[in-house]
Each structure stands twice: as C-alpha cells, then as structure tokens.
C-alpha cells in the first residue's frame, strides 16, 4: 500500500477529498465528450449535406461552360479575366475549450469581369455556379476541420476520463477503504483495551 494511504484520519480525509475530485472530473469530463460529440454529429450532418450541394452544383457548372465552350470555342480570355479570390478569413469560436474555425468571403454582389456584348447566357450561368461552389467550398472546409479538431479533442477527453473511471477512483475508493477499516479495527483494538483496563481497576478497587 502506498505512503498515501498509511492509515490515519488525515489520510482518510485527504483520500475522500481526492476521490470526491476525481469523480466530479470524471462527470464534467463525460458531458464535455457528450457536448462534443452531439456537435460532431451535426457538423458531419452540415458536411454530407454541403458536399450533395458541391456535387450538384459543379456538374451544373460543368455543363454550363461545355455549352459555352461549344457556342463560343475555349473561352481562356474570359476565365482570366476572373481575378483570384483573396477575400477569404479566418477566425475561431469555442466549443467546450475546443477552438473551432470559421471561414468566411466578403460578401459582395456579383461582379462580371467580361462584356454581356459577346458572350452567351450559358457563360453567366456557369460563372454564377463556380462563384457558388466557391462559398460551398469555404463552408465544408470550415466544417471537415471543426469535425476534425471536435474528433482530436473527444479522443483526449476520453483518454482522460478512461485514466480517471478505471485507474484514479478506483485507488482513491481502494485507499479509503483500507484506511477506514484500518482505523475501525485500530478503534475496536482500543475499545477492547479499554475494557480491559476498566475491568482491572474494577477488581482492583473490589479487592
């Protein structure tokens, strides 16, 4: 038995208080895995619908600049004419200590960088669709890393609550049991000692 558990009322005090700790870190680190997952479950809900969105909605543009490219021939000139997005950025909230990312583009009104003159509406079309994909894409990446940080962050809480249930509360309720039986024969020993002295100075006083 460890030094920690050397039976005395200290002790056992101290041993009480460490499992009552224990047991309360193991409740606050079981709904901290329950919170997690509960948010997990949605974001992976949010990605497989986004994903559905992506999929339809490049095929739609897809198909909008073969049209294009079939009406007007390959239409390079355009598509560089279409400036690099640098609007993205990146900030963060919290989730049960948990920093989750939030991805997010200047909102701004659709701008055509080609002249109306000498394209076709398929064009329009398929520059609406990938300007569409291009949020889509934001939103899931936004949404697979706060999946993936959530799943970083519920296989540590669980690795901790695991050490607490099966390996701290078990030896603080070990140790307190010793103690409290070591204390309970040691107060019998003293009870019977007691009786004992009682008994000799009983006879001693009749005699």
Same mark, same amino acid.
């Given at each position: 038995?460890?030094? @920690?558990?050397?039976?005395?009322?200290?002790?056992?005090?101290?041993?009480?208080?460490?499992?009552?700790?224990?047991?309360?870190?193991?409740?606050?680190?079981?709904? !901290?895995?329950?919170?997690?997952?509960?948010?997990?479950?949605?974001?992976?809900?949010?990605?497989?619908?986004?994903?559905?969105?992506?999929?339809?909605?490049?095929?739609?543009?897809?198909?909008?600049?073969?049209?294009?490219?079939? @009406?007007?021939?390959?239409?390079?000139?355009?598509?560089? %004419?279409?400036?690099?997005?640098?609007?993205?950025?990146? *900030?963060?909230? *919290?989730?049960?200590?948990?920093?989750?990312?939030?991805?997010?583009?200047?909102?701004?009104?659709?701008?055509?960088?080609?002249?109306?003159?000498?394209?076709?509406?398929?064009?329009? &079309?398929?520059?609406?669709?990938?300007?569409?994909?291009?949020?889509?894409?934001?939103?899931?990446?936004?949404?697979?890393?706060?999946?993936?940080?959530?799943?970083?962050?519920?296989?540590?809480?669980?690795?901790?609550?695991?050490?607490? !249930?099966?390996?701290?509360?078990?030896?603080?309720?070990? $140790?307190?049991?010793?103690?409290?039986?070591?204390?309970? &024969?040691?107060?019998?020993? &003293?009870? %019977?000692?007691?009786?004992?002295? !009682? @008994?000799?100075? $009983?006879?001693?006083?009749?005699?």
């Amino acid at each position: 038995m460890a030094a @920690a558990a050397v039976p005395t009322k200290g002790n056992l005090i101290a041993n009480k208080k460490s499992l009552t700790l224990a047991k309360t870190g193991y409740e606050l680190l079981d709904k !901290k895995r329950n919170i997690l997952v509960r948010e997990m479950m949605t974001l992976i809900d949010r990605a497989s619908e986004i994903q559905d969105k992506i999929d339809v909605t490049y095929s739609k543009a897809y198909l909008a600049l073969q049209k294009a490219n079939i @009406a007007m021939g390959f239409i390079d000139d355009i598509a560089k %004419s279409v400036p690099e997005e640098d609007t993205l950025k990146l *900030s963060y909230r *919290s989730v049960m200590g948990v920093e989750i990312p939030i991805v997010t583009i200047d909102e701004t009104e659709p701008e055509l960088f080609y002249g109306l003159q000498m394209t076709n509406p398929a064009i329009d &079309e398929a520059y609406a669709s990938f300007r569409e994909v291009k949020w889509l894409t934001a939103e899931l990446a936004e949404v697979e890393n706060s999946v993936y940080r959530l799943a970083d962050a519920i296989k540590k809480t669980q690795k901790r609550a695991n050490a607490l !249930k099966n390996i701290m509360i078990p030896r603080f309720e070990e $140790a307190v049991k010793f103690i409290s039986d070591a204390l309970e &024969e040691k107060d019998r020993e &003293e009870f %019977s000692r007691l009786k004992v002295i !009682k @008994a000799q100075k $009983a006879r001693k006083n009749a005699g």
